[in-house]
């Protein structure tokens, strides 16, 4: 089975440029999620997916991140424009319905690594 | 304060070693407990999900949760290089709720 891809895994931009990153979660998982992790501290969600409809964006910077998945499967995050503290890994996760799986059970991509100069 | 504490380490320990990990937290609502680890450039990945109060164990690996003392922890028995890595506690109030990370304990496991 093939697990969560992502990319790019590694963007360089300067502070003020855009940058985007897409994720295709794993067949027959409804529910998609991108999670923000800095450098020394756990994963923060940014946004949630239920198939098409947004469950979660409380701790999404809506000002310059946006996201959207694409007829329930593929999503991508972007960040316009980008700031010095948007440098982290973005993770992108997805996990079954919680009837058919075990709770709490995330199944996460390598991540995208951003740096903004 | 956090939600979530957990040391972030790092933890060094030679193989064979007992390792205790913990986390405590603030929010009284969190019913379902969470270990993740993550192996560095890697995503985390779910190493055990134990749910309110008790015990649970898998191989070399146990998951304690005391929710009176809203402290939860996972121990290591005869720990091996190859359990070197980031492991994170995660937490959440329901099956539909979002996870709660902790920082995250960096595991260091020598020969």
């Known amino acids: 089975e093939a697990g969560v891809a992502q990319s790019p895994r590694y963007k360089i931009i300067e502070k003020r440029q855009s940058v985007a990153f897409w994720c295709n979660p794993i067949s027959g998982h409804a529910t998609l999620y991108w999670y923000q992790q800095i450098l020394g501290q756990g994963p923060k969600l940014l946004i949630q997916?239920?198939?098409?409809?947004?469950?979660?964006d409380s701790q999404l910077p809506k000002d310059r991140f946006s996201a959207e998945r694409l007829k329930g499967v593929d999503s991508t995050l972007k960040i316009q424009p980008a700031k010095l503290e948007d440098s982290a890994v973005y993770l992108c996760?997805?996990?079954?319905?919680?009837?058919?799986?075990?709770?709490?059970?995330?199944?996460f991509g390598e991540g995208s690594r951003l740096t903004v100069l | 304060q956090k939600e979530v504490e957990q040391d972030p380490g790092p933890l060094s320990v030679p193989e064979g070693a007992i390792v205790s990990l913990n986390c405590t937290y603030s929010?009284?609502?969190?019913?379902?407990f969470m270990w993740y680890r993550q192996y560095s450039r890697k995503g985390p990945e779910l190493l055990m999900y134990?749910?309110?109060?008790g015990n649970k164990e898998d191989g070399r690996f146990t998951a304690q949760v005391d929710k009176s003392s809203k402290y939860i922890s996972l121990f290591i028995r005869d720990s091996q290089p190859s359990d070197s890595a980031t492991y994170l506690c995660a937490m959440s109030t329901g099956t539909a709720s979002k996870l709660t990370f902790g920082t995250g304990t960096r595991l260091q496991v020598t020969l």
């Open positions: 134990t749910y309110s109060s």
């Open positions: 929010n009284s609502a969190f019913q379902y």
């Open positions: 996760a997805s996990s079954l319905d919680q009837a058919r799986g075990v709770v709490g059970e995330l199944f």
């Open positions: 997916f239920q198939n098409n409809g947004v469950v979660d």
